[in-house]
């Protein structure tokens, strides 16, 4: 018994620093003043993960996500967190009706906004799959090359497939 209690305990801790590994830094907004002053003074995209002490494990899902996220993705989104006890304005301005939601703003004004996801473990990719930066084009998809004049094979059609 007491080993699993251990084991439990390690793991415990294990998640509470991070497992090692370092994340992404994601910023709390305290109030009204400090975001109408981020909303103007930010020139890259704003991210807001909304999320409460009592929201339990969908949040702290997205918020490993969000970390995960910003620790590749910093210099292109700035993302921050809002606590719905502590900063109600937020809810009010926002119309939050259940946490967590993601909001990313360009420009100021709102540009995607992710809530009541089904399967919150699928937030990094949304993110990175939803346009909302300029990201790097894909080199997986990068044209093949011309046949070249060195290469005897080159006029030669492809073999047969088997059934053909």
């Known amino acids: 018994m007491e080993k699993r209690v251990l084991y439990g305990l390690v ?11 370092s994340q992404g830094v994601v910023e709390w907004i305290r109030d009204k003043a400090e975001w109408e002053e981020i909303l103007v003074k930010t020139e890259i995209h704003i991210g807001v993960m909304v999320t409460s002490p009592l929201c339990g494990a969908p949040c702290d ?31 009010l301005d926002y119309k939050i009706l259940t946490v967590p939601t993601v909001i990313i703003f360009k420009e100021g004004t709102i540009n995607i ?16 799959n939803s346009s909302i930066i300029d990201f790097p084009p894909d080199l997986s998809t990068a044209p093949t090359p011309a046949p070249s004049d060195s290469d005897p094979d080159a006029d030669l059609p492809p073999p047969l497939q088997s059934g053909e």
């Open 11 to 21: 793991v415990m801790l294990m998640y509470l620093v991070g497992g090692g590994y």
């Open 61 to 91: 899902i997205v918020n490993d996500q969000v970390a995960r996220f910003v620790e590749t993705y910093g210099d292109r989104i700035k993302f921050y967190k809002v606590n719905i006890l502590e900063t109600l304005f937020f809810a």
């Open 113 to 128: 906004r992710f809530e009541s996801l089904s399967d919150w473990s699928m937030f990094y990719e949304l993110l990175v």
